[in-house]
């Protein structure tokens, strides 16, 4: 059971990469306007 | 109010009264270009973080109904040389725009989005907005790490809730543990810092809040689990409670999000009003001449001028000139009023119909309308409603806890010393005051989730308490039973004269009147025409040389094809020389220069779901009573349409104040149903109080639940719902005080395994949240469609 002494610090750190990615997500205003982003296919551009 | 003079500014940005003439488009024009001073632009834009030397503004669009709106005026703003970048959010219809001040200004932009049909206008709430929505952010990432580290501290804690002793390797376990501290510091010095920030305030200013005991029991339960998970062999033991932990915060961090977001639905509600005041205005100098300047620079003691379509900048006099104006917004009034010189009007408020001067009296922060904004603010900042709901169990509570805790430490003291210190922590954390802490807010927070789906925003939580207690519903008339408008129920006309043709030619005068009687008529006729395809026909009845006798009517001359003019009168009986028809309904005459020709009865429009309404409420078990300012037989009219025993007319809104104040000393709990400004005070006095969507913001901001689609047959459900929210509720503290009841004197005597201390307090959040999830499911209504989303 050597192998949980590696995944389970890694788990951790996954943890830390994940709430990484919400910061960046919540901090650029993803959360906030959810319908204009489904309506961006009617766009010509 | 000291006065300004700041007279004159910068010679481009004025323009003499010559130069601009009375053309709307040099006004428009101009009006924009006061924007182009740097003090201006400041008000709305802050310089932009990316680009140096550009700036972003926030701006506020009229005119845009969906998402495809949003991508014409990106197109058009993008368009524009020296605009960087567009943003525009089609749901709020506020847009950010970043711009360089060396290559455009914001009134090129700005006439750009004109130019598409919209309007842009200056987000003078920007700031606030920003703030609001920076507040929002830092809470959905607290929110989010206390939920992350929750899943995973779970996930390591399961393997030791499963295993057998001696399943697991001692070292495996400590590598678990020690993965849970990790991921708990995060929870507990970043997720819980409100809480713990608010027990250390509360402490500093001596006062007891729920929030010092949460913060004792989740710093008592970290400590004690850090120490358990590295000094094993110390007086703690070896236990780790960080599952606990971590579920409990993520719990109470859902429950202050939603709360504020419930907040921030309010606000954002009422936001249009914000930017209501014109950015400029027309002031007479000394010399006579008029110069456009800036709001900003306006003072008490000015005259301005201002136009049909404007609205007034600050509250004040009409000096000359006579007009109606339109004060829904403020004052829920929803006729436009008569103003003449010496009458006051109202900053915020339009102008409709004709050209005026008023006498400035107040500016800026003083007026009604800054007040009312202010109001608005002021809900944004106050503390949780659901926070201080528990704030008075907080005392009695942490002194019991404490005392427990004491003494069971100096009970056990002379036998064993550490041993006494380990009862007394789990005490401390057997107590840890999640279930009751959430019993309450879970509850009514689902409640309020569910309300929200069905279109009835809750505005304040606890008074779906006292709604489950009411006895006597108060109903306004005009607006809440009945519509704004009137609908026309039959026509008596000269013999001869066909009603169909009477109607015809009252729709050409009434046309040109605001008067809703007048609008009810031409709506009919339009009704009629569009049945009979003569639309366009109607459409040429237009009568000339229109005047309006205040109190009495309007005559004017109508063209007829083929014969000579007619010379029309509609207004009151005695102004049309019309004879007497009996019956309760509102009677409005036409009259030619030969006499009477016709006469339409005009009832009220109740809403068709009022009756059922009200005999559901009855069925409830509620009294139902309505008191309104319009006269006696009109509103038993009403009252008997819709089936109300109770009803009393010709009330001011003293009168209406005085009256529920009687109630409430003889021991009712009055709701009050209502719609307008001066329903204000009742509002305020009664138990609970619903707005209806359409109402005056002030009105909604008094309210404690707000009938979004402002239709009526929700407010059952919402009276049911509330009821079974106090059951619930009950019950939720009841559980949580038996199981207080039940672990505390085991946990004294030293008979509660620490492991069971924490499953104990894990389980008893989560039973006290899944009861009340209960009461998210959907409101039973009857099939009520919203209203469409914008006008057809």
Known sequence: MDILYLLIPLSVALVFCILGGLWWAIHRGQFEDIEAEGERILRND | MTQVNVWPAAPDHVLDAAALGSAGAAQVADSLKLLDEPDEWAAFSLPDKDASGCWRSSVVFEGMHCAACAITLEDALRSVPGVYSVQISGASHRGQIVWSPEQTRPSEWMRSVERHGYKALPANDAHAHQRRRDEARRMVWRLSVAAMCMMQVMMYATPAYLSEPGDISDESMHLLRWASWVLSLPVMFFSCTPFLGQAWRDLRERQISMDLPVALGMVVTFVVSTLGTFEPEGPFGAEVYFDSLTMFVFFLLTGRWLELRLRDRTAGALEAVLNRLPDSVRKRQPDGSWVRLSIRRLAVGDVIEVLPGEAFAGDGTVVSGQTQVDEALLTGESLPLKREAGDRVIAGSHN????????????????RYAQIVALMESASLSKPAMALLVDRWAKPFLVAVLLASLASAIYWWPSDPAHAVMVAVAVLIVTCPCALSLATPAAMLATAGALARSGVLVRRLSALQNLAAIDTVIFDKTGTLTRDAFEVVHIHTRKGLAPEQALVWASGLARHSLHPVSRALWSEARRRAERSFSLPELERWAAREISEQAGQGVQGQLDRPGSEALNLRLGSARFCGAPHFSGHHLQVSLADDVGWLATFELAEDVRPEAPSVVARLKALGLTLKMLSGDGAQAVAQVARQ??????????????????????????????????????????AGADVSFALGQSVPLAQSKADFVLMAGQ???????????????????????????????????????????????????LSSLLVVLNAVRLASPLPTQAHELQPRHPA
């Open chain 2, 352 to 367: 409709l119909s004709g050209t005026v001067q008023v006498h400035i009296e107040q500016v800026g922060a003083a007026t």
């Open chain 2, 712 to 762: 009526l047959d929700v407010l059952v459900s919402t009276v049911l719902r509330s009821r079974q929210t106090l059951r619930i509720v009950k019950q939720n503290l009841v559980w949580a005080a038996v199981y207080n009841a039940a672990c505390v004197p085991l946990a004294v005597m030293g008979c509660l395994p620490a492991w069971a201390a924490g499953l104990g307090m894990a």
């Open chain 2, 642 to 683: 819709v089936g109300i025993d109770e009803a009393r007319g010709g009330c001011s809104p003293q009168d209406k104040l005085e009256q529920l104040l009687a109630w409430q000393a003889q021991g009712h709990q009055v709701a009050m149903v209502g719609d307008g400004l001066n329903d204000g005070p009742v509002l």
